[in-house]
């Protein structure tokens, strides 16, 4: 128990009601960055009803692979990255990052689709 003012606010600090920590589970090949220049960034991901991809800001912090560009709603709606601090006991397999537009039921070049 705190035995003064100071010890709890000490304690209520560092147990937070809501924990904003943010998670990479697959993080091969991703990094983190802040944008710093005003040059011209967009997300590689529309958000739902969108038919453009939006802007990363100065200032704002995104993920990076390769030349995909993420902000982090984004990333979080693709399963990129998550809240949950336990996921690497949930599961051990690397999920597949499924294209924006769904083509999965178009036959493959060359497939005659029999």
């Known amino acids: 128990m705190p035995d ?4 709890r606010v000490v304690l209520e600090d560092t147990q937070p ?7 990479v589970p697959y ?4 990094s983190v960055h802040i944008k710093r220049s005003g040059g011209t960034e967009r997300c590689f991901s529309q958000h739902p009803g969108q038919d453009f991809f939006h802007l990363i800001i100065r200032g704002e912090i995104y993920l ?3 030349d995909e ?4 709603t984004c ?3 693709r399963g990129i990255i998550c809240r ?3 996921f690497w006991k949930h599961d051990s397999t690397v999920p597949t990052i499924e294209p924006l537009d769904d083509t999965s039921d ?3 070049q060359g497939d005659s689709g029999e």
């Not at 003064?4 to 010890?7: F, L, M, P, R, V």
């Not at 009601?17 to 998670?23: F, G, K, N, S």
């Open 17 to 23: 009601e809501i924990d904003e920590r943010l998670y």
């Open 64 to 66: 990076e692979n390769g």
């Open 75 to 77: 990333a979080m709606r």
């Open 84 to 86: 949950e601090r336990m």
């Open 27 to 30: 993080s091969a090949g991703w």
């Open 106 to 108: 178009l036959p493959l």
């Open 4 to 7: 003064n003012d100071h010890d």
């Open 69 to 72: 560009r993420f902000c982090l």
